[in-house]
């Protein structure tokens, strides 16, 4: 649980634990997407809740964005625009509902 550094001719443990990483570097096992939302209004609350028991998509770190990039950014699009259109006025759900009715289902 430890990695070994040589500094001069002595060498020590470093802990590894958690305590010692830096809360930005941590690895946060909830931290995932999931794996195909079935409707735009999951995909909304992955974004503003989490699913599952997983973190909110919305409070991801720049880490934990890298290591689903492909996908975040391709969902990213979408809750860009519900966020939009949410500060416009009007409500998540029925803002998802004129994107069904534009886009169709």
Same mark, same amino acid.
């Given at each position: 649980? @430890?990695?070994? !550094?040589?500094?001069?001719?002595?060498?020590?443990?470093?802990?590894?634990?958690?305590?010692?990483?830096? %809360?930005?570097?941590? $690895?946060?096992?909830?931290? $995932?997407?999931? $794996? @195909?939302?079935?409707?735009?209004?999951?995909?909304?609350?992955?974004?503003?809740?989490g699913?599952?028991?997983m973190?909110? #998509?919305?409070?991801?770190?720049a880490?934990?964005?890298g290591? !689903? $990039? #492909?996908? /975040?950014?391709?969902?990213?699009i979408?809750?860009?625009? !519900?966020c939009?259109m949410?500060?416009?006025?009007?409500? %998540?759900?029925?803002a998802?509902?004129?994107? /069904?009715a534009?886009y @169709?289902?």
């Amino acid at each position: 649980a @430890g990695r070994r !550094v040589i500094e001069g001719a002595q060498a020590r443990r470093i802990d590894m634990t958690a305590q010692n990483i830096p %809360a930005d570097r941590r $690895r946060d096992g909830n931290a $995932r997407l999931c $794996r @195909g939302p079935k409707t735009l209004h999951q995909l909304w609350d992955e974004w503003a809740n989490g699913i599952g028991g997983m973190k909110a #998509s919305r409070l991801f770190t720049a880490a934990e964005r890298g290591r !689903v $990039r #492909s996908i /975040y950014s391709k969902r990213k699009i979408f809750w860009d625009k !519900v966020c939009e259109m949410v500060r416009a006025g009007d409500l %998540a759900e029925v803002a998802i509902d004129k994107v /069904y009715a534009a886009y @169709g289902d």
